[in-house]
C-alpha cells in the first residue's frame, strides 16, 4: 500500500450555489490540449463499469470494477509513471517502487541515504489540486461556477481524468493508482457490523460511507443530472466516487508550508507509514518541490518511511487499510462512549449544559495507554453529579468540551470516586464486547465457497482481530489504572474512619 496524508476529512456534504456565477479557469503553465466535448462522449460510450457475481482484487463487495488502475500490489505500470515523472520534471531519485513486507508496494532505497538528508523535490506542476486544469475545461467550468468545496471538486476531477484514459494528462499516474484502494468505504455495512462491532471505528466508517454516499447524490441532482454529456452516468456513478474518495482519504495530503493546501503528489504517495518515524511530507520552499527529511539513515534495498501523521490503529485502518502490530504504535487510542443516564433526575439540566457547549448525551472520549484526556473526566463529574451541583453543571460541561479558559483539568473530590467508577463501569462493559468477539473469531463461519471471496474475508477478519486486540490492550490498562485508584481512594477513606473511630472511643 502507498499512502500518505496528513488529514482527515470528517465532513463532506456542503451547499453548492443553485445560482452559478461565471467563473474564469486560471492558467496553468503545461500545454496539454484537452479533448473536446464531443471527444469525451465518445470516449466515455466506451467506458462503463462492468459488474460481476465474483469480488476479486479489483472487484469491490459490490462484484463493481473500476476500468481504469491496478492490482494494490502491482508494478505493472511502475516503471511507466516513473519515466513519465522524469519528463515532467521530477529530478532523478535515489528510491525505486519495489513490492515490499510492509504495504505490498513502496519505495525503496537505491543507493545509501543519510540521516537527515532531504528526498524527492516534487515540482508543484506535479500536483493535483483544486486549481488544476480539467481535460475537459467545459466539466471544470461547471463545477467551480457551482462553488463545488475542495473534497468533492478533486473527487470529480479524478474521476473525470480516469475516465479519459489514454487521453488525460494523468494517465500514467492514474494507471499506478490501486483499482480498489484500501479503505472501509469497501466494506460493506454487513462487514462493518460483523467484524468491527466492539469497536467504534465502525461508527466512524458508518458515516464516513454515509458522507461520500450523500456528496454523490447531492453533485448528481444539483449537477451531473443537468450536463449529462459532461457527466455521464456510465462513468460517474456511487463506484466510481468510492474509488475516487478513497483515493483522497489515503494519499492527499496538507503541505503546511503551503498554507496548509491539499494536494495529490505522485511519487510522494508511493511511501508507506511506519509507526518509528516522525518525518512527513511538506513543501520545500527552497527547492520548490516536495520533500521530506530522514529521520535515520537507510541501505540499499531498504524500504523508505514516512509518518502519516499521529493517528490511532483504528484511523489507519479506516483512511488507510492497514492495522500496525500490537504495541508499535505509541499514538494508539480506543475510544470510550460516555452517556448520560436518562434515568437522572438532571437529566434535561445536564442535556442542556452538554448543548451549549457543543456536546450531547453521548460523547466518546480517546484512551491512550498512557491515560485519558481531563474533558473525558470532565463528562463523568457531570454524569454522576447530584441535584445539589446545579450551579457547576456548566463548568463540568464546558470543561468536557475543553472550551474553558485555564484548559486546567478540574477536580470535585466528593464525587471523584462516583465518577472513577462511572469510568470503570464503561471500561468493562467495553472490555467484555472485545472479549465477545475475540473469543468466536476463532470460530467464526464465514460462509464462503468462491476462493478468492473467502481470502477476502479471512483479510477483514484478520484486520478485526489485530484491531480489537490493540484497543482491549488498551482498555485493559485503563481498567487497571482506574481499580488501583477506586483502591487507593477507599483504603484511604477507611484510613480516615478507623482513626476518626479511635479518637472517638479515647474521649468517651
Not at 401 to 411: E, F, G, M, R, W
Amino acid at each position: 500500500m502507498a499512502e500518505a496524508s496528513r488529514i482527515l476529512q470528517t465532513t463532506l456534504i456542503s451547499t453548492f450555489s443553485q445560482n452559478p456565477s461565471q467563473y474564469t479557469l486560471k492558467a496553468h503553465s503545461h500545454h496539454y490540449i484537452p479533448p473536446s466535448t464531443s471527444k469525451r462522449s465518445n470516449l466515455f460510450h466506451r467506458i462503463r463499469c462492468s459488474v460481476s457475481t465474483a469480488s476479486t482484487g479489483g472487484e469491490s463487495a459490490t462484484g463493481t470494477t473500476i476500468p481504469w488502475g491496478c492490482d494494490v500490489e502491482s508494478l505493472e505500470n511502475a516503471s511507466a509513471l516513473q519515466e513519465w515523472l522524469s519528463k515532467c520534471g521530477l529530478p532523478p531519485q535515489k528510491m525505486a517502487i519495489q513490492r515490499v513486507d510492509v504495504g505490498e508496494r513502496g519505495l525503496v532505497a537505491l543507493k545509501n541515504i543519510r540521516k537527515g538528508e532531504k528526498l524527492l523535490f516534487v515540482p508543484p506542476s506535479l500536483f493535483i489540486t483544486a486549481d488544476s486544469e480539467w481535460s475537459c475545461r467545459e466539466a471544470g467550468e461547471v463545477l467551480k461556477q457551482y462553488n463545488v468545496p475542495d473534497w468533492p471538486l478533486l473527487a470529480t476531477y479524478l474521476i473525470s481524468e480516469a475516465g479519459l484514459m489514454n487521453s488525460s494528462r494523468w494517465s500514467n499516474y492514474i494507471s499506478a493508482l490501486p483499482r480498489q484502494p484500501y479503505s472501509l468505504l469497501y466494506w460493506t455495512r454487513a462487514e462493518l457490523d460483523r467484524y468491527l462491532e466492539a469497536s467504534e471505528i465502525r461508527q466512524r466508517a458508518i458515516e464516513r460511507i454515509n458522507d461520500v454516499i450523500g456528496t454523490y447524490n447531492d453533485l448528481r441532482d444539483r449537477i451531473f443530472s443537468k450536463y449529462p454529456d459532461l457527466f455521464p452516468d456510465e462513468v460517474f456513478n456511487m463506484e466510481s466516487f468510492k474509488w475516487s474518495f478513497g483515493i483522497l482519504f489515503s494519499r492527499l495530503v496538507r503541505l503546511p508550508s503551503m498554507d496548509g493546501r491539499v494536494a495529490l503528489v505522485p511519487w510522494a504517495d508511493m511511501l508507506n507509514h511506519s509507526c518509528e518515524v516522525e518525518t512527513f511530507l511538506d513543501y520545500d520552499k527552497s527547492s520548490q518541490g516536495v520533500v521530506f527529511t530522514t529521520d535515520r539513515a537507510y541501505q540499499p534495498g531498504e524500504q523508505v518511511f514516512i509518518s502519516y501523521g499521529k493517528k490511532s490503529n483504528g484511523e489507519l485502518l479506516l483512511s488507510y487499510g492497514f492495522v500496525p502490530r500490537e504495541g508499535t504504535n505509541p499514538r494508539d487510542s480506543v475510544e470510550l462512549s460516555l452517556s448520560l443516564k436518562k434515568s437522572d433526575k438532571c437529566y434535561k439540566e445536564k442535556l442542556e449544559a452538554l448543548k451549549k457547549h457543543g456536546l450531547s448525551a453521548s460523547q466518546c472520549f480517546p484512551i491512550q495507554i498512557t491515560g485519558w484526556p481531563v474533558e473525558l473526566m470532565a463528562y463523568a463529574y457531570l454524569t454522576v453529579s447530584p441535584p445539589s451541583m446545579k450551579n457547576r453543571f456548566d463548568e463540568m460541561a464546558a470543561a468536557a468540551s475543553n472550551k474553558t479558559a485555564s484548559k486546567k483539568a478540574i477536580v470535585y473530590p466528593e464525587i471523584e470516586e462516583e465518577a472513577l467508577q462511572f469510568i470503570l463501569d464503561m471500561c468493562e462493559a467495553s472490555i467484555s464486547k472485545y472479549s465477545k468477539f475475540l473469543q468466536a473469531s476463532g470460530s467464526m463461519d464465514l460462509d464462503v465457497t468462491n476462493p478468492k471471496l473467502l481470502n477476502r474475508k479471512l483479510f477483514l477478519k484478520q484486520l478485526a482481530v489485530d484491531l480489537c486486540t490493540s484497543e482491549q490492550r488498551i482498555l485493559f490498562r485503563a481498567q487497571y489504572i482506574l481499580r488501583r485508584r477506586l483502591r487507593d481512594i477507599r483504603s484511604g477513606e477507611l484510613r480516615a474512619l478507623r482513626i476518626f473511630d479511635g479518637f472517638r472511643k479515647l474521649f468517651n
